[in-house]
């Protein structure tokens, strides 16, 4: 399965972006499986975002994001949204969506498919 996200960018402190990541080729592994964002700031190791299973029932958030994040899938579209809302500095980085089999949904290296990242930068 080859994941492709998008929606990053430039935005003020406090302000909103919303990241898509689509799927294509085997999209059953995608619609099948928990799907995360992680994140990687400059000068950092990757870390944990938000996850969903496959279901979409059931969602999981970095501390540091609860409340301001939220993360979405629409099976039938292939796709995985993330909205941003209430953004700081300390967001920005580049955003990586995932698809993961099994394992802990905040370890990123768990994760077993990779999309190629969005850079999201916030102002202050």
């Known amino acids: 399965v080859q994941l492709q996200a998008s929606g990053g960018g430039l935005v003020q402190a406090g302000g909103s972006l919303r990241l898509s990541c689509a799927a294509s080729?085997?999209?059953?592994?995608?619609?099948?499986?928990?799907l995360a964002w992680s994140r990687q700031p400059p000068g950092k190791e990757r870390e944990f975002v938000a996850a969903?299973?496959?279901?979409?029932?059931?969602?999981y958030y970095a501390d540091s994001v609860k409340g301001r994040f939220t993360i979405s899938r629409d099976n039938a579209k292939n796709t995985l949204y993330l909205q941003m809302n209430s953004l700081k500095p300390e967001d920005t980085a580049v955003y990586y969506c995932?698809?993961?089999?099994?394992?802990?949904?905040?370890?990123?290296?768990?994760?077993?498919?990779w999309g190629q990242g969005t850079q999201v930068t916030v102002s202050s």
């Open positions: 995932a698809v993961q089999y099994s394992g802990f949904y905040y370890d990123p290296k768990t994760y077993d498919y």
């Open positions: 080729g085997r999209t059953f592994i995608f619609s099948r499986n928990t």
């Open positions: 969903i299973t496959w279901s979409g029932g059931s969602t």
